[in-house]
């Protein structure tokens, strides 16, 4: 949205365009400078932050829609992208009050105030989703709601509107534990990597240090990793062997669901 | 819903106290005779069956909508539930005019046919629950729109209706990759265990065969359970060693998101 026309717009008539009770919310995540990072977002008025979101059309799917908003969000598309789990828990979820009020007071930048009828001041649940993006790929869309747009790291994260904390937390937990099934270095890392680089950010998602050595030991015996005939040059008698990502075996593994080659 | 008028009032009322758009599935996974099973309903004038389901009132929780349905449907409470994936994307819950008719063909037996305003003629989009349950603790309760009800091998499921298939694929899936990070066999095993009954309950989840004197190892290096000083007599010569759960670890290593001991 990029007027008060198309704000008004969407306040009024948004019930027949979308799915009323029902959102997404994205968890993007970026690796740069050894970083994990998460893009936010700034609405006017507010004083804390949000996840980029949307809704869902009457006439879209669910993946149409969660790729839709991504686009409209980083100019990407066909980014990698995974639902992770819906939020309907969280007292702010429940209180369609107290909800409303944060919303007001972004929407009093086009004089609107939702009464308790209108689609948007209705209890919603959200599906999130996480995307993992290249920092350099993105580009940002400014929006006329939005004040301010940030990238942070995910250990230093700003405090956030309603359950939206929760829902990194989750999306966090969620990359970690699908590290050895879905291809995330894959959409991290370059497509081909010395291995300090893919241990430096597992290291970093995971969240703690470990053996370089066992690592690469056990990396290899997943079967995800191939070291290549090749290695790249950073310094005098320094040239690491490159590696590239097994995507075959990732999505082997990832139908049977199962990591541990039993 | 046990009479006529309860389904009347369901069909011309519900809509007050439930969220529309918004469905729950549940498949409800238990163990017996080496065979992994799965709770299917078949209502009244289907000749397809169906995963039993139910709706989330405006003022529970998610997490409370999931448990209400699965006592209602199982009279267990506090069972081991857990969400895994929104479905909105079938051809199935986007086409509302044949969602409509195959829910006609059951109101037909309160002579109710469903007008195109009726909160339940409308797109759905279904959050996935499983549960997994102990066989004989399972009490399933009549309802007034459901003929039958069975419990049927995964390997073995009749035509469902809509995109129940897909779900009940999805939630097998995640079973399979969780089953390293979930108490899955705690909750589908008596408390104390041997070998080779957790051996068959796992070969029989992720569907196939493999060595177990591996298996013992790996499972004991992953700390999920561990040896007790008891066996179990089972015959002349024959007293295998029991085993129990490690809770403890199976908790940390769900916060950690980690299942390889990095």
């Known amino acids: 949205m990029d007027s008060t026309q198309a704000v008004l717009d969407f306040v009024n008539h948004g019930h027949e ?54 686009a409209e969000k980083t100019q990407i598309n066909n980014l990698f992208l995974r639902q992770f789990q819906v939020f309907g828990d969280s007292p702010a979820r429940l209180n369609e009050l107290g ?25 919603t649940l959200s ?67 010395t291995l300090p680089e893919i241990h430096a950010l597992y290291e970093t998602i995971l969240g703690k240090q470990f053996d370089r050595r066992n690592f690469r030991k056990k990396l290899l015996a997943l079967g995800l990793v191939r070291q290549l005939d090749e290695r790249r040059n950073i310094g005098p008698h320094r040239s690491p062997f490159l590696y590239e990502f097994d995507t075959e075996n990732y999505r082997r593994a990832l139908e049977e669901g199962a990591v541990l080659g039993f």
Chains 1, 2 share one sequence.
């Not at 932050?49 to 869902?56: D, K, R, T, V, Y």
């Not at 405090?159 to 969620?174: N, Y």
């Open 17 to 70: 365009r979308y799915l009323p009770h029902l959102s997404i919310d994205c968890v993007i995540f970026s690796y740069h400078e050894q970083q994990l990072k998460i893009l936010l977002i700034r609405y006017y008025n507010q004083s804390k932050w949000s996840l980029p979101g949307g809704f869902i059309a009457k006439d879209e799917t669910l993946t149409q829609a969660a790729n839709r908003i991504l």
């Open 99 to 123: 909800a409303r009020e944060v919303h007001n007071a972004t929407y009093a930048k086009v004089n609107v105030a939702l009464d308790e009828n209108s689609w948007l001041a209705k209890r």
């Open 127 to 193: 599906i999130g989703y996480y995307a993992l993006v290249g920092y350099l790929d993105v580009v940002v869309t400014p929006e006329y709601l939005v004040d301010e747009y940030c990238w942070r790291e995910v250990t230093n994260i700003p405090p956030l509107l309603f359950d939206h904390q929760e829902i990194i937390e989750s999306a966090l937990l969620t990359l970690r534990s699908q590290i050895y099934q879905q291809p995330i270095g894959y959409n991290l890392l370059l497509e081909k990597f």
